[in-house]
């Protein structure tokens, strides 16, 4: 007969998330007193993790109140059985090498003790922390990664298919406007059609209400701000951007593909050219690559230049293209900022709370989002709002994120078979020929 798992979560499955005790249906959860203590110690931080520390106390409290005593073990409606244990083994029982105080290995020594007083059962360590499990496993337990709500990023839902047509499909598609293929598509996916017969091919939409392949509103020599696609993922990409009555685009690729920049492009066409929407905000989370220069002196503005500079570059281009006057068209663009109000870039701290009707929201390099930020944030949409995010999943600056974890990929593939969101993933490079060596070689 198989043995039964016992679950020993760590401190960083309720950081990130609080309702991960729900996660384990008709399984045991054993949870080491000092992973309490760690929650208790992080109650006070402003920030998310502060707010999933305190979610967890209430949580925890909340099963000991209603479904009685955490030490004998209460049984959730799932069949999930739930206790707090203290272990009994010494810090000695460790290797030399871990026997510090250090909260991570008395976590450890009571996992090694739960698993002693289980003999009947199999004992499984639960972490996100990568050097944890290296621990744990080095010491004898058997230890997983926290699973649930993970994407997989190989398997990542990329917004566009290559199929082959003939030529009498081809020529339905340009007559009708519309053809129906037997393949299932989600909503908004994008196709290109290539046909052998006479080498040409042809670009369209899945649309879900007519269940047909439609054209592309969309081309190549259509300019959005100045800015014309430069390969099918970038016409793609605009094809998805400038339709209003998609609420939510998510773009990801590499450095250099173009994402951020075709985003801001169609994002000034809809507010400053079209007036569909009454404002153009742009943000980014603020997560340093490398050293954190610290504190930064002057307002909240000033602070905020740095990490939002690489945003007014792509600005920069986009209203200087062809323009004689460059430095008055930089200045244009201040003044848009600072005192129209039309573009409004700000941090996502304190989005929180807030209501955004009709606006253009760009979020960039939203790879460094966990999945309850990324809520957050499409959640403050309003009536008549376009949510964009972008991000390049293999350039997380967050320390507890990966390129399965990440809220960018999250939404994408949360909202693949909704008509109200569409995706593109870019992967040609077009920034410059050094930076895509770059990005292929190093």
């Known amino acids: 007969m198989d043995k039964k798992r016992i679950l020993i979560p760590d401190t960083n499955i309720f950081i990130n998330d609080p309702n991960s005790i729900y996660a384990f249906p008709n399984e045991i959860i ?6 309490i203590e760690e929650v208790d110690d992080q109650k006070r931080r402003s920030d ?38 203290f272990g009994d083994k010494p810090m000695s029982s460790l290797p030399a090498s871990l026997r510090s105080n250090k909260e991570d290995n008395r976590i450890l020594a009571t996992a090694l003790s739960i698993q002693d007083k289980n ?18 496993e080095a010491i004898g337990l058997v230890t997983i990664d926290y699973e649930p709500g993970k994407i997989q990023f190989e398997e990542l839902y990329k917004g566009y298919a290559e199929k082959e047509a003939s030529a009498s499909q081809l020529d339905e598609l340009a007559a009708n406007g519309k053809l129906v293929l037997a393949e299932p598509m989600r909503p908004h996916e994008l ?72 985003a801001l492009a169609a994002g000034c066409h809809a507010v400053l050219e079209r007036g ?19 504190f930064l002196p002057g307002s909240i503005e000033e602070k905020m230049d740095p990490w939002m500079q690489p945003l007014y570059d792509n600005l920069d281009l986009i209203f200087t293209l062809g323009a004689q006057d460059k430095k008055r068209e930089k200045r244009k663009i201040r003044e ?43 959640t403050r949409a309003g009536k008549n709002t376009k949510v964009v995010l972008t991000g390049d999943p293999y350039q997380i600056d967050h320390p507890y994120l990966d390129t399965n974890s990440n809220g960018l990929n ?3 593939e949360r909202f693949k078979d909704s008509p109200a969101a569409g995706h593109v993933t870019l992967v040609k490079g077009e920034r410059s020929k050094l930076a895509e060596l770059a990005a292929e070689l190093l």
């Open 276 to 294: 569909a929407f009454e404002r153009l905000l742009i943000s980014r989370p603020v997560v340093p690559m490398g050293k954190d220069l610290g």
């Open 336 to 378: 848009l900022v600072e005192s129209t109000g039309m573009i409004n870039i700000e941090p996502l701290t304190y989005i929180r709370g807030r209501s955004l009707p009709n606006q253009f929201m760009i979020v960039d390099e939203a790879q460094n989002l966990s999945q309850h930020e990324v809520k957050t944030i499409i």
């Open 119 to 136: 003999p009947d059962n199999l004992c499984v360590f639960v972490t996100l922390d990568i050097n944890m499990r290296i621990k744990a």
């Open 30 to 35: 054993k949870i080491p007193l000092e992973v």
């Open 410 to 412: 999250y939404v994408v």
């Open 191 to 262: 196709v290109s059609l290539s046909c052998a017969e006479n080498g040409k091919t042809a670009y369209g939409r899945f649309d879900a209400e007519a269940g047909a392949i439609v054209p592309l509103k969309h081309s190549y020599e259509a300019v959005v701000s100045g800015i014309k696609p430069l390969n099918i993922e970038q016409l793609f990409a605009f094809e998805l951007l400038i339709d209003d009555s998609i609420s939510l685009v998510t773009l990801n690729g590499r450095a250099g593909t173009g994402k951020t920049l075709i």
């Open 48 to 85: 998310d993790v502060g707010r999933n520390a305190r979610q967890t106390s209430r949580i925890l409290d909340n099963l000991r109140t209603v479904n009685g005593s955490l030490s004998d073990g209460v049984t959730l409606e799932n069949g999930c059985n739930v206790s707090v244990e």
